[in-house]
T-cell receptor, first 115, second 115 residues
Framework: EAGVTQFPSHSVIEKGQTVTLRCDPI?????LYWYRRVMGKEIKFLLH????????ESGMPNNRFLAERTGGTYSTLKVQPAELEDSGVYFC?????????????FGPGTRLTVL | AQSVTQLGSHVSVSEGALVLLRCNYS??????LFWYVQYPNQGLQLLLK??????LVKGINGFEAEFKKSETSFHLTKPSAHMSDAAEYFC?????????????FGTGTRLLVSP
């Protein structure tokens, strides 16, 4: 069974440009999460989808970030326009169960560098 | 809100030595706790979890962790380190405020294993 995949693995862009990150969850997983790790700091929650609906987007830093999950399958996270402080590793995770025990399976992450 | 503190951003051990990675949490109610490991160029992998059953939890690759409510700790141990254990380790707690749906991570501890 394929795990969570993310594309691209690395992205280097200039300040002001737009970048779109993609996440493909494990097949059949209704729950999809985005997290971000800024260098040297903790991994922080960004948002949570249940199928195509945003369940919790309390961690989204500002309106330059837009996440979508059309059809409840893969998800995209767009940053427009990118700023220097957006640099970091963006992780996607998925889970089958929304219950109290919630094992999330993580992808390898996308390393975003904004110059 | 829940929070996690990992003491020591880097821990160095010799091969065959005891591994001890520290994690303290803050929670007003019994939490669900997790240890994840990230090997180079891979996603986070679940090592073990505490979900209010046995306080001593055994995970993969010989790791275990003990939940100590009185100390609000969930330290990760392994009796004998292998070179292959070199990785970054993250302690996490489920955020009860969101019905366990998001993970709150510590800042991570990088384990270095020398021959």
């Amino acid at each position: 069974e394929a795990g969570v995949t993310q594309f691209p693995s690395h992205s280097v862009i200039e300040k002001g440009q737009t970048v779109t990150l993609r996440c493909d969850p494990i097949s059949g997983h209704d729950n999809l999460y985005w997290y971000r790790r800024v260098m040297g700091k903790e991994i922080k929650f960004l948002l949570h989808f249940v199928k195509e609906s945003k369940q919790d987007e309390s961690g989204m830093p500002n309106n330059r970030f837009l996440a979508e999950r059309t059809g409840g399958t893969y998800s995209t996270l767009k940053v427009q326009p990118a700023e220097l402080e957006d640099s970091g590793v963006y992780f996607c995770a998925s889970s089958q169960d929304s219950g109290s025990y919630n094992e999330q399976f993580f992808g390898p992450g996308t390393r975003l560098t904004v110059l | 809100a829940q929070s996690v503190t990992q003491l020591g951003s880097h821990v160095s051990v010799s091969e065959g030595a005891l591994v001890l990675l520290r994690c303290n949490y803050s929670s007003s109610v019994p939490p669900y706790l997790f240890w994840y490991v990230q090997y180079p160029n891979q996603g986070l992998q679940l090592l073990l979890k505490y979900t209010s059953a046995a306080t001593l939890v055994k995970g993969i690759n010989g790791f275990e962790a003990e939940f100590k409510k009185s100390e609000t700790s969930f330290h990760l141990t392994k009796p004998s380190a292998h070179m292959s254990d070199a990785a970054e380790y993250f302690c996490a707690v489920s955020d009860l405020g969101t019905g366990f749906q998001k993970l709150v991570f510590g800042t991570g501890t990088r384990l270095l294993v020398s021959p």
